[in-house]
């Protein structure tokens, strides 16, 4: 394994290389698993990289080519999409939608047939994104690295900031330079990087207005409607006031990606595949109300309004001109 300063000096690398897009970006910061200002955020639902966590120490050796020997012959999910973007769609919400193209197909397959389809991918070909939640059809080896995370220090933080359940471990293998556009989560999250090197862009639950998601029930539900690669400032002028955040995670890092953050995430080009895996974690019960709400909650309290009226009206046509109505001259 690459020594600590190794690690650095590549982030630092990787950190001059990557994109720069039209809004400006602060680091997030990388702290050490046991200094208490790591505590202070993840309490506070504040977003940061940790070190030395060894969450997911017992997988450093998962390689592409590592899983491909070990993970077994079960079918993986495999995205497949004709640029390196992979913008999320809910299958169960495209009958809402009858004009909706998928932007990707997916496919199951084994882990071999997608390395090999990465191995022997040219310019110009489809690119190719495994996600898919790990689950005991894979082989011991497998099994016997999963059992060896740190599950005590994540327990104990699940435990600490109250969470419900975990979820599940989305296992994620990337060709180089995949991106995952824009979008939130209802889950709070605990991603580890395991191989490669990852940029997260983040924008904290406030941002909403500058981000535009899709309505509720569309497919694209959670995800942004704006392209960072194209800004349209005509169609989305707040965009123009968006700041972020970046965190650059080399393998071993873990960031803390709290609940209702936005978050898109890249493959770092130039540097090869990524590997890796993520705790999904449900939400503690909410907090005692303490006003004016916190922009998370109020993100939450628009889904269910959103969701009731689309629901009583029976045509999301007629939420538009509703919500005028109800604002405009009156509130406005
Ligand atoms: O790593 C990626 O490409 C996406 C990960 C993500 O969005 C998540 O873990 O919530
Ligand atoms: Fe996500």
């Known amino acids: 394994m690459a020594s600590a300063s190794v690690v650095d000096s590549q982030l630092n690398e990787v950190a001059t290389k990557v994109k720069q897009y039209h809004f400006p970006v602060e680091s997030i910061p990388r702290l050490s698993y046991d200094d208490p200002e790591a505590e202070r955020l993840i309490r506070n639902e504040e ?7 060894n969450l997911v120490a017992s997988a450093l050796q998962w390689s592409p080519e590592y899983l491909s020997n070990n993970i077994g012959h079960g ?6 999409s004709k640029n390196h973007k992979f913008l999320y769609y809910d299958d169960k919400k495209i009958c ?23 191995t022997e991918w040219k310019e110009g070909e489809p690119y190719n994104y495994l996600q898919q939640s790990l689950n005991d059809s894979v082989g011991p080896q497998i099994v016997q690295d999963f059992a060896a995370f740190n599950w005590k220090w994540i327990s104990d933080e699940r435990a600490k900031n109250n969470w419900g359940a975990l979820t599940s471990n989305l296992l994620l293998v990337g060709m180089d330079g995949v991106v995952t556009p824009v979008h939130y989560d209802e889950q709070q999250n605990f991603f580890a990087q395991v191989h490669g090197f990852k940029r997260f ?12 998601p899709y309505p509720v029930f569309h497919p694209h539900d959670r995800q942004s409607q704006v392209d960072f690669d194209n800004p349209d ?12 955040r970046q965190a650059i995670l080399g ?19 130039g540097y090869g595949m990524t590997v890796s895996v993520n705790f999904w974690y449900k939400s503690g019960p909410t907090e005692k109300i303490v006003y004016p709400l916190k922009p998370h909650q109020k993100v939450a309290m628009m889904r269910n309004i959103e969701k009731m009226i689309t629901e009583a009206l029976n045509n999301p046509e007629e939420v538009p001109p509703l919500l005028q109505d109800m604002v405009l001259g009156r509130y406005t």
């Open 75 to 80: 079918t993986y999910t495999v995205y497949s």
């Open 47 to 53: 977003p940061v990289i940790l070190t030395g966590t």
């Open 96 to 118: 809402k939608v009858p004009t909706f193209t998928p932007p990707t197909t997916h496919q199951d397959m084994t882990f071999q047939d997608f390395l090999n389809k990465v």
């Open 251 to 269: 393998p071993g890092d873990v960031l803390y990606l709290p609940v209702y953050w936005w978050h898109q995430v890249e493959s770092v080009p």
């Open 233 to 244: 400032f005509d169609r989305f002028p707040r965009l123009r006031e968006l700041k972020g």
């Open 201 to 212: 862009l983040l924008f904290d639950p406030s941002m909403f207005g500058c981000l535009y």
